[in-house]
């Protein structure tokens, strides 16, 4: 389904059929067990544990990577109340999370080519702060590869609990005994069950709690000892999530290729020095340039114009979101340039090469114009 005048979307996502999905659902009907922990997604947990090289029992499904960051970020805080160090450049879930396990956001810029934060920045960030730093949520952007050895040597050398919001990382996360991270599975990810995601715990003990608290924090005797949440992931969403994992090594390369496709369609305005293109190696969902001489919102108007959808995939960061207006943040400049140079463009797994063609078409039309003239149009 495509918005009123809209040709091509921004994404369009595609989750296993009715046939892959099938099977599965007989064994639903069979068993009649539809969530709290059923064999499905006990299933799904052991495949995911075994593809991230995770201990047994240390991957936990929710119902969403943002109510799994929350989670993870509750159980990590001692107190309610504390710091979430976190980046500007990223999905406003993060904040959202943070807020909901009782945080408050502190926004931090990121560094300009790894569009991440990194250890030296929140070191010095450290010093300027008075107030209590309960966590600090590192951001994969786009899925690129985050340095969670960095990371654990950080919180050994702070005791500052470091959680990775790698919603769109599922190629590239790894599972570490002292850094948890959460990989979203909604339909836009480029393995996804519709709404859901995980935790890798880094360890059993931490996953048993976590998943506690996915329960509204039940023990065995069905007593809350933990603040929890009702964020289980269903039978039917580890249905689909087995089909979509088992057709895994296909849907990577795909994303590849079609990513490489894409890339050399727009190689030559690259070569003009009108965009940069980053070189990920990994399967993303997204599809972005960088401008070097126009402004995003001119290009999103004009690719518009011509039925196509593009968008500042993250907004203009989220610290302009007015629900986090009043949080506390550093300079925040090389966010305000993302934010302003970074689009992305129509993409999906199945995207014929025509529709690239045509979006590279109509880029370079844009891109011929002067800044100023670009200006006017919009």
């Excluded at 895994?248 to 690259?270: C, D, M, N, V």
């Amino acid at each position: 389904m495509t918005r009123a005048g809209v040709i091509l979307p921004t994404l369009r996502p595609r989750l296993p059929g009715a046939d892959a999905i099938g099977p599965f659902l007989r064994e639903i009907d069979r068993r009649r067990w539809y969530s709290n922990f059923g064999p499905l997604n006990e299933r799904f947990e052991q495949e995911l544990a075994g593809h991230f090289e995770a201990p047994p029992g240390s991957v936990v499904t929710v119902s969403s990577a943002t109510a799994g960051l929350s989670l993870a970020l509750r159980a990590a805080s001692a107190e309610t109340g504390g710091l979430c160090m976190m980046p500007a450049w990223t999905f406003v879930a993060t904040p959202v999370a943070a807020v909901n396990a009782g945080l408050q956001p502190y926004f931090l810029d990121v560094d300009p080519q790894s569009w991440q934060l990194t250890v030296d920045s929140v070191h010095r960030a450290l010093g300027k702060v008075r107030q209590r730093i309960s966590a600090v949520v590192v951001v994969a952007p786009f899925g690129a590869p985050v340095e969670t050895a960095a990371w654990a040597e950080f919180y050994k050398q702070t005791g500052i609990p470091v959680i990775i919001d790698a919603a769109a990382g599922f190629d590239t996360a790894r599972s570490h005994p002292e850094i948890v991270s959460v990989i979203s599975l909604h339909a836009t990810k480029v393995l996804g069950v519709g709404e859901g995601g995980f935790i890798l715990c880094g360890n059993k003990e931490r996953a048993e709690q976590l998943r506690r608290m996915s329960n509204f924090g039940l023990d065995a005797a069905r007593r809350s000892i933990y603040p929890g949440a009702n964020a289980k992931l269903s039978e039917y969403a580890a249905a689909v999530g087995l089909a979509a994992f088992r057709r895994w090594p296909q849907t990577r390369a795909a994303f590849l290729r079609k990513a490489a496709l894409y890339r050399s369609e727009l190689i030559k305005s690259e070569e003009d020095g009108d965009i940069f293109l980053r070189n990920d190696r990994h399967a993303s969902a997204t599809f972005n340039v960088v401008l070097r001489r126009h402004k995003a919102g001119e290009l999103i108007a004009r690719m518009s114009e011509g039925g196509m959808e593009a968008r500042r995939w993250w907004s203009e960061g989220c610290h302009r979101h007015p629900a986090f207006a009043d949080s506390k943040r550093d300079d925040l400049s090389v966010t305000d340039r993302l934010v302003e140079t970074v689009v992305a463009l129509p993409f999906w797994v199945d995207m014929r090469r025509a529709q690239m063609s045509a979006v590279a078409t109509r880029l370079r039309d844009y891109l011929r114009l002067r800044p100023e003239e670009a200006l006017e149009l919009g």
